[in-house]
């Protein structure tokens, strides 16, 4: 089906994360190998901490071309797609490349298997089946599915096979040291004053197994920080010693458009509660958008989920 195409477009998710660039452009980069003619696009440029990734500039956010193959990683549903939905609802075929539980089941292939840490992962199964080589660039791509899904091998999806994924990607040339600095250990100073803003709104319920925070439109503007800078300070919440279900909730724009993200710890389900909303994800890492509602209104209904989640696990 890949072989045979003429012209792949290949998209991922909204608010891309490191699985869902670093998949993107691994593909994009086979296809190259392959001399099949591809473009890439997604609906937000790519995070600040991901602005490392090798041919980044290959991601677009529109497309003038007709393809007669889509390929769609990591996501679970088309309107994830954003922007760039309308664009592989033109294309004839559709290949879906994913690890969440599936909700609905787009494309005419789908590659999915839940228990992968990574789509990144699923992709290196199939690259080493069509024997690519596996270049530095695709290597370090593909690394950052893995290392970032896995929170740097952290997280109890981290299998077996993912560490021997990363060893072998590591033998290719894949800069592991680069990942973790690029996406860890470098942050953008608005970025870091937001964290000071989300710790400083900081809330606590249930005997401190809840805790939460709300950053306003203001907090933003003070700070000079944007939507993508909110990556991450969940788990500061989460990382709190008695805390069993955090959430970030923010509205960084005017227009009332609010944003959820829900970790949880192992053996409580943060997919449940972004489920009530409309949202999803995996297990102990979910998202859901409120809309139509203030954020004060948004901030019960959340909080009243999380003690309805901890009180039924
Ligand atoms: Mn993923």
């Given amino acids: 089906m890949v072989r045979q195409a003429n012209s792949v477009l290949i998209g991922t998710h909204l608010n891309p994360d490191g699985d869902a660039l670093g998949s993107a452009l691994a593909m994009s980069l086979m296809l190259d190998q392959l001399e ?70 787009p494309g005419d292939l789908r590659i999915v298997d839940p228990s992968a840490p990574a789509t990144a992962l699923i992709l290196f199964r199939l690259f080493r089946e069509l024997q690519i080589q596996f270049t530095p660039e695709i290597a370090t791509c593909l690394l950052t599915g893995i290392v970032t899904d896995t929170g740097s091998f952290k997280y109890r999806n981290t299998s077996p096979e993912s560490l021997e994924a990363a060893a072998f990607l590591l033998s290719c040339g894949g800069d592991i040291v680069q990942v973790s600095e690029e996406v860890y250990h470098r942050k953008p100073l608005a970025g870091v004053r937001l964290l000071g803003k989300c710790l400083d709104h900081l809330r606590l319920d249930a005997e401190d197994q809840i805790a939460w925070s709300v950053l306003r439109i203001e907090d933003f503007d003070s700070t000079g920080a944007k939507e993508p800078h909110t990556e991450g300070l969940v788990n500061e919440l989460l990382a709190i010693d008695s805390v069993k279900i955090a959430a970030v909730l923010r509205q960084p724009y005017a227009d009332r458009v609010i944003r959820a993200s829900i ?51």
Wanted: with cysteine; aromatic share 6%; charged share 20%.
């Fill in 263 to 313: 970790r949880s710890r192992e053996g409580y389900d943060a997919s449940a509660v972004a489920r009530t909303f409309g949202g999803g994800g995996h297990r102990n890492a979910a998202g859901c958008t409120f809309e139509g509602i203030t954020i004060e209104e948004a901030e019960r209904e959340l909080v009243s989920a999380m003690n309805s989640c901890l009180a039924s696990s």
């Fill in 36 to 105: 099949v003619l591809n473009e890439v696009v997604c609906h937000n440029n790519a995070p600040y901490n991901l602005r490392f990734l090798p041919h980044l500039n290959k991601v677009r956010s529109t497309t003038q071309q007709e393809h007669d193959l889509g390929i769609i990683l990591d996501l679970d549903a088309m309107h994830r797609l954003g922007s760039t939905e309308s664009f592989f609802e033109q294309c004839p075929h559709l290949i879906v490349v994913d690890h969440h539980v599936p909700h609905e089941e």
